[in-house]
Structure formats: C-alpha cells, structure tokens
C-alpha cells in the first residue's frame, strides 16, 4: 500500500472536511493571505485537497480572492474587510420591511438579482408556517402602476453575474459601452457602487480612461471583461462623489441657484415632497409656493419641470427660463403639425 510523506515535526491530522474548512477560513480570516504551501504545511494534507477545499470555500459564497505575488507564489485571501458574519434573523416587522422593498424591485425581472431574491424569500419561506407567509404576501402586497415605463434587463443576466462579481472581489472590469446615439466605447473601471435610479441600473467607479470617476448605465454595457487586476476603494469614497450637484442622477454644467414658483393647484404636491437637501420654501398667501435651491444638471430638471406644466413657473435663472420656454414652444408647434 503506497503512504504518502509528509514533512517531519508534525503529526497528520485526520478530521473531517468540515472541521479542515473551518480551520481554513479562520486560518484566512486572521491573516493577510497564505499560499498553498503554507496551507498545507499548517492542515497536514495534500496540496491537491488543499484546492479542493479552497474551491469548496468559494462555492460556499465567502470572497475568496488569489494574487500572484513578485516571488511567484499565489497568495489567497478574504477581500479586504470581509469579516464571517453571523446567522441573521428577523422579527415579523423587518419580514414586512422586505416584502414591501421586494414590491418595488420588479423590475429586475430576468437579473442575477431576481434570483437572489427569490432564493433569500424561499430560504424565508421555509421557516416560516404558510399562514404567516401569507399573511406577510397581504401586507405587503404592491399595486404600482406598469404603464410608467421600465427598463428590460433580462437579456443582460450574464453581463450583470460579472459584474456583481467584480463588485464583490474588487476586480477591475473591461466594458463595451455604447453611449445614446455614439459608438461603442471602452473604458477600464474600478467598479465601487451600484445604483438604482427610477428603476434603472448604473455602476459607479473610476474609470482610468477619464482619470475620474463616472456612471455607466447597464443597458448601454454591451460587455463586460474580467480582469485579474484588484483595486482597493479610496477610503474617502462617498456615492455622492458619483453625482455631485446633480438634480438627478447626471451633473451636468455648473451648479445653478433655481427659483421655481408652483401654482396652488400643485403646491400640495411640492410640499410633500424634498426636491432637495437644502430647499427653502416660501409659503404665498395666495396658496402658491416658491421652491429655492441649487442644483446642475438641467435636462433632468426642465424634464421634472415639464411635468407640473402648466402650473409652475421658472423665475430664475434667466438661462433656465428661455430652456424652458423654448421647450413648451417646440412642443406645442410639434402637436400642432
């Protein structure tokens, strides 16, 4: 019978393959890294279980990144921060919680993220006796309406599994983006943020070709390549370094100070509402409202305009005005024909 050597000093250790994985990933989490060798140094087994079990730990769905360091050797590690997290419960009000934010996320219907969903909700569902599960689909049962318009992602359920996954272990990605009416572009990213945007995906990060930081959104990604380069996200990143003033999503131009005076007939629908963080409203007496902030991006605003017409008004700036005339003007000439 052939016995297989094994280094001096030590004594084989013979457990189980969960017990040996358990000692992995703590061996993981306490270090920067550890190559192979070491690994099998410290568990006493062959270099071939060891790749059986480092693979075993990355289906288990635990960050599990390889770097090849100058001497040669692969170093394997947790992304850096990653710490085990303890099983998660819920009370009956957070289940509601999630039930209600499910409603609102249709739209990811064909995604990478529609199959997360329902798998945490069967996973939920299991645990629960069936009254209680219905009971929870009741309260938090959505009527939205579906004529509003929504964007289609089924086709791009692959092209969002790579991308999650360079989200995840940090991987810098190679996209074919193809902006509105322009030809297809490449840009390599450092993808830190996804965003979710009047039911629209945008992955937000710094793309080298830019030197800055921008948002791609996913419809307009034709491709996606994965690269074995890993980056490290600044430790002075906000999302809001992705829009800046912007109204909406896009900054575009300068900031401007807005003054927009809305009609008694919509001013209710103004008030209830932060149009932005530092909006002042000043009441009229004769039910209107005057809004004050400062923001860029003025296609999204004259877009947000348009939908009160013709109960708003554009007091300043002069610039914005004549927009948004010019617009109601075009418009009209354009159902006139």
């Given at each position: 019978?052939?016995?297989?050597?094994?280094?001096?000093?030590?004594?084989?250790?013979?457990?189980?393959q969960a017990s040996r994985?358990?000692?992995?990933?703590?061996?993981?989490?306490?270090?920067?890294?550890?190559?192979?060798?070491?690994?099998?140094?410290?568990?006493?087994?062959?270099?071939?279980?060891?790749?059986?079990?480092?693979?075993?730990?990355?289906?288990?769905?635990?960050?599990?990144?390889?770097?090849?360091?100058?001497?040669?050797?692969?170093?394997?590690?947790?992304?850096?921060?990653?710490?085990?997290?303890?099983?998660?419960?819920?009370?009956?009000?957070?289940?509601?919680?999630?039930?209600?934010?499910?409603?609102?996320?249709?739209?990811?219907?064909?995604?990478?993220?529609?199959d997360d969903l329902e798998?945490?909700?069967?996973?939920?569902?299991?645990?629960?006796?069936?009254?209680?599960?219905?009971?929870?689909?009741?309260?938090?049962?959505?009527?939205?309406?579906?004529?509003?318009?929504?964007?289609?992602?089924?086709?791009?359920?692959?092209?969002?599994?790579?991308?999650?996954?360079?989200?995840?272990?940090?991987?810098?990605?190679?996209?074919?983006?193809?902006?509105?009416?322009?030809?297809?572009?490449?840009?390599?990213?450092?993808?830190?943020?996804?965003?979710?945007?009047k039911n629209g995906l945008?992955?937000?990060?710094?793309?080298?070709?830019?030197?800055?930081?921008?948002?791609?959104?996913?419809?307009?990604?034709?491709?996606?390549?994965?690269?074995?380069?890993?980056?490290?996200?600044?430790?002075?990143?906000?999302?809001?370094?992705?829009?800046?003033?912007?109204?909406?999503?896009?900054?575009?131009?300068?900031?401007?100070?807005?003054?927009?005076?809305?009609?008694?007939?919509?001013?209710?629908?103004?008030?209830?509402?932060?149009?932005?963080?530092?909006?002042?409203?000043?009441?009229?007496?004769?039910?209107?409202?005057?809004?004050?902030?400062?923001?860029?991006?003025?296609?999204?605003?004259?877009?947000?305009?348009?939908?009160?017409?013709?109960?708003?008004?554009?007091?300043?700036?002069?610039?914005?005005?004549?927009?948004?005339?010019?617009?109601?003007?075009?418009?009209?000439?354009?159902?006139?024909?």
């Amino acid at each position: 019978m052939m016995r297989v050597k094994r280094k001096s000093g030590r004594l084989a250790k013979k457990y189980s393959q969960a017990s040996r994985l358990h000692d992995l990933i703590r061996i993981l989490e306490a270090r920067y890294g550890a190559t192979v060798d070491e690994l099998v140094e410290e568990c006493q087994v062959t270099r071939r279980t060891i790749y059986r079990d480092l693979q075993a730990i990355l289906d288990a769905g635990y960050p599990l990144v390889s770097e090849r360091q100058p001497d040669g050797y692969m170093l394997y590690s947790f992304v850096s921060g990653y710490s085990k997290m303890p099983p998660i419960t819920f009370s009956l009000e957070e289940l509601v919680t999630l039930y209600l934010c499910r409603g609102q996320l249709e739209f990811l219907q064909g995604t990478p993220f529609q199959d997360d969903l329902e798998a945490i909700f069967t996973r939920i569902h299991s645990n629960l006796p069936p009254r209680s599960v219905a009971h929870l689909e009741r309260i938090a049962e959505v009527s939205s309406p579906r004529l509003l318009g929504f964007k289609d992602y089924s086709e791009k359920h692959q092209l969002l599994q790579h991308l999650r996954q360079a989200l995840l272990m940090q991987q810098q990605c190679l996209i074919h983006y193809r902006p509105a009416k322009r030809r297809q572009e490449l840009y390599l990213i450092d993808p830190y943020t996804l965003l979710f945007f009047k039911n629209g995906l945008y992955i937000g990060g710094y793309a080298h070709k830019r030197k800055a930081l921008r948002l791609f959104a996913v419809e307009r990604i034709e491709m996606v390549e994965l690269q074995d380069e890993r980056f490290e996200v600044p430790d002075n990143y906000r999302v809001e370094m992705l829009t800046g003033s912007a109204f909406g999503l896009i900054s575009e131009g300068e900031s401007q100070q807005l003054e927009l005076l809305f009609e008694e007939e919509v001013a209710h629908l103004v008030r209830e509402r932060i149009w932005h963080p530092e909006q002042q409203i000043e009441e009229k007496i004769d039910g209107s409202l005057m809004l004050r902030f400062s923001a860029s991006g003025e296609k999204e605003i004259l877009a947000w305009l348009y939908s009160f017409i013709p109960y708003v008004k554009v007091v300043s700036p002069e610039s914005l005005r004549e927009k948004f005339t010019a617009g109601l003007r075009e418009g009209l000439i354009f159902q006139l024909k």
